[in-house]
């Protein structure tokens, strides 16, 4: 039986069996919803009969399959959703859209390369597709309960591993930047299915033992860093508090960095004579450079950032930390990472390269260096340095982060965390620039070992919370 006759034939059939297995099914619609904005325009390939589409938060949907019988059951279940009879391998709209799903389909694709590089008619430069299929280590366990009349039977199928999947896409002009794991036990017994796939499934170890696999590439970028370089304009924000001695140079040390660069300038609480020193030089400079100033209304670096970039008018939002630790002169750097398509969200990282001597207390350093495993195991990539001052993000990213910010509140002094947990729930590609830490030449550091050790300690509660128990 091809496969277009065996889709046929069950399609009546199709929703009682997603019903009867929802536990396992919903798992994967709440998994991909966690990663879309409710305005993305989202194409599911694929879609059967639309019970994953209809779970997604999104406004803007769309599912093609080659199916028709699918296709007329998915319209009359789903009206307020567009469905199309296509193949995969002839997908053709004349739109391009922010996330496409193909979800345990791969395995029945004649030929996974082409369906790949035809999904390039439908990307724009910062699509994002999400792939999740079987982990070949179950064929045996899901063939057994298919003879068991545990699960229904379906034709044979290409077995693909996560390093085959990421090499299609390689190969297809398609960049994989993370691969994750879910669901350990795909049948719900109260209790057990909740510690199974909730908590032990997540553990180091026992989540080479799930059975979903997810991939998450996006087109890759061949924009040139002369492209680049006059392409976007970018604000930087300089939160200043008791750092009187450093904002002349935080002025002349900035290069000007893409078609326009507005420096930003937003005082804390200081107490010393920070803000006139701003007001001073705000107006030296105002002839050669696009300089605003303001005074935060509370308290925290957090709150200097969200105030700053709610003044920026750039394309790119980027910052800068007035003790000037991180060089001024490193900033071009993170431009050209963003601007050329290397990352959706830059994050400085000041623990690669050798430091000045006292950049940086010995306790500081341990603290993270922790904190870079923990972040890393929550976040489900590398990252090294959580707490480098310097994060750049396109303003339409970040006008999505603030609409997020309702699925995790206000929850962060420091102001780095509301950006990277944003910029993961968003499924920005998060990519790190390695700097070298200066040591300071004004003023004392505005950071406590330990009571700043403490918070970061309930961040990491926070994100395990929000991100990878959710």
């Not at 394309?315 to 930390?321: A, E, G, S, Y």
């Not at 070298?436 to 300690?457: A, M, Q, V």
């Amino acid at each position: 039986m091809s496969h277009l006759s065996y889709f046929e034939k069950i399609a009546a059939k199709r929703p009682s069996i997603r019903k009867n297995h929802n536990y396992y099914w919903n798992d994967i619609t709440k998994y991909c919803d966690y990663f879309i904005n409710e305005n993305c325009s989202v194409l599911e390939i694929g879609c059967g009969t639309g019970e994953l589409l209809a779970g997604l938060k999104s406004t803007n949907k769309t599912g093609i399959d080659f199916s028709p019988a699918m296709i007329e059951i998915a319209r009359k279940n789903n009206p307020g959703i567009q469905f199309e009879v296509m193949d995969a391998a002839s997908v053709s709209f004349d739109k391009k859209f922010d996330v496409i799903i193909i979800s345990n389909v791969v395995g029945f694709l004649p030929d996974v390369q082409e369906v790949f590089e035809k999904l390039q008619s439908v990307c724009h430069s910062r699509t994002k597709v999400i792939v999740s299929y079987y982990s070949k280590l179950w064929e045996p366990i899901l063939r057994w309960g298919e003879k068991l009349g545990l699960k229904t039977k379906s034709p044979q199928q290409n077995w693909l591993t996560l390093q085959d999947l990421n090499n299609l896409f390689y190969i297809s002009g398609f960049e994989v930047y993370r691969n994750t794991r879910r669901m350990m036990f795909p049948i719900y017994i109260p209790l057990v299915s909740e510690f199974l796939n909730n908590f032990l499934s997540k553990m180091p170890l026992f989540r080479h033992f799930c059975i979903n696999h997810y991939s998450f590439a996006m087109p890759k970028q061949t924009v040139s860093d002369k492209e680049a370089a006059e392409k976007y304009s970018i604000s930087i924000v300089i939160p200043a508090r008791n750092e009187s001695g450093n904002i002349e140079n935080a002025i002349l040390r900035t290069p000007k960095i893409g078609k326009h660069t507005e420096l930003i300038f937003i005082e804390g609480n200081s107490t010393d004579d920070t803000w006139e020193m701003i007001q001073k030089m705000a107006e030296k400079y105002k002839d050669s450079h696009d300089i605003k100033i303001g005074r935060q209304d509370g308290k925290g670096k957090g709150d200097a950032v969200r105030k700053g970039f709610g003044m920026a008018m750039g394309d790119i939002l980027t910052i800068l930390d007035a003790d000037l630790t991180m060089p001024p002169e490193d900033l071009p750097k993170f431009y050209n990472a963003i601007a050329s398509g290397k990352g959706d969200f830059i994050n400085g990282s000041r623990l690669v390269y050798v430091m000045e001597k006292k950049a940086m207390r010995f306790l500081n350093i341990l603290g993270n260096k922790f904190f870079s495993m923990a972040f890393s195991w929550l976040l489900e990539q590398p990252f090294k340095d959580t707490l480098c001052g310097t994060k750049v993000i396109f303003r339409e990213d970040y006008d999505k982060l603030i609409q997020n910010r309702k699925f995790f509140g206000e929850f962060d002094p420091f102001g780095d965390f509301d950006l990277i947990f944003g910029a993961y729930k968003l499924n920005l590609k998060i990519v790190e620039v390695p700097i070298r830490y200066r040591e300071r030449t004004y003023g004392d550091t505005n950071i406590s070992r330990f009571k700043h050790g403490l918070i970061l300690l309930k961040m990491v509660i926070f994100a395990m919370r929000k991100i990878k128990f959710y």
